[in-house]
């Protein structure tokens, strides 16, 4: 069973815009992670945001912020004013639970969603 | 400006070769991942180590794949022998792990190696 779901392949939006881009996630554990990447042409993984299942606000980074609602096991990202930069794949990833007491687990991903910015 | 350096970053080899990429993790940091992305499969953990421990290889196939680290600044992924479906990006990554300090224990990933196995 996949355990992050982003359901978007791909997603346009105009310059200057905002979008949202989905992720919801499967686990049944109390204490977990989410985290958003991106990853340009060039093909790096840049960490955008992080957001801990015990935290109470929604975590924003600049033109980032994670719309979390827990209830219903989402974690969505939202871009504000859109940039001609922000052109890239867009990875949710879920940090389970520890298979060695102690430690923090392994990053799962999904299949990433991919946003054009049109100018 | 610290960053997890890989080699080789472009990789084409025929069928049945020997294949090494080399990762050196951030300097301080404790846990190294390796990451398979493929079009099809997307990213795939393939191994973790902790303190250059392996925790977690089961994303491996053990027959022809075997990740090392021989010291701290020095992880290894070897394929041998290397076949046409292993053409993808490797990604290494590593992160600082405390546990009970409550930190975000982010990965930093490297640019990748991009294996073509013809």
């Known amino acids: 069973a996949q355990k992050i779901t982003q359901t978007q392949p791909g997603m346009f939006v105009q310059e200057k815009e905002a979008v949202t881009l989905d992720c919801t996630y499967d686990?049944?554990?109390?204490?977990?992670?989410l985290f958003w990447y991106k990853q340009p042409s060039s093909g790096e993984m840049i960490f955008l945001i992080y957001?801990?299942?015990?935290?109470?606000q929604n975590a924003t980074e600049g033109r980032y912020s994670l719309n979390f609602q827990k209830a219903r096991k989402s974690a969505n990202l939202v871009i504000s004013a859109s940039q001609l930069g922000d052109s890239a794949m867009y990875f949710c990833a879920m940090r389970e639970a520890p298979k060695i007491r102690g430690s923090q687990g392994n990053l799962i991903f999904g299949k990433g969603t991919k946003l054009s910015v049109k100018p | 400006d610290a960053r997890v350096t890989q080699t080789p970053r472009d990789k084409v080899t025929e069928m049945g070769q020997e294949v090494t990429m080399r990762c050196q993790p951030i300097?301080?940091?404790?846990?190294v991942f390796w990451y398979r992305q493929t079009m099809m499969q997307g990213l795939e953990l393939l191994a973790y180590f902790r303190n250059r421990a392996p925790l977690d290889d089961s994303g491996m196939p053990k027959d022809r794949f075997s990740a090392e680290m021989p010291d701290a600044t020095l992880a290894t992924l070897k394929i041998q022998p290397s076949e046409p479906r292993d053409s993808a990006v490797y990604f290494c990554?590593?992160?600082?792990?405390?546990?009970?300090?409550?930190?975000?224990?982010?990965?930093?990933f490297g640019e990748g190696s991009r294996l073509t196995v013809l």
């Open positions: 957001q801990g299942s015990y935290d109470q």
């Open positions: 990554a590593s992160g600082l792990d405390r546990p009970g300090t409550g930190g975000t224990g982010e990965l930093f």
């Open positions: 300097l301080g940091h404790n846990t």
């Open positions: 686990t049944s554990d109390p204490s977990y992670g």
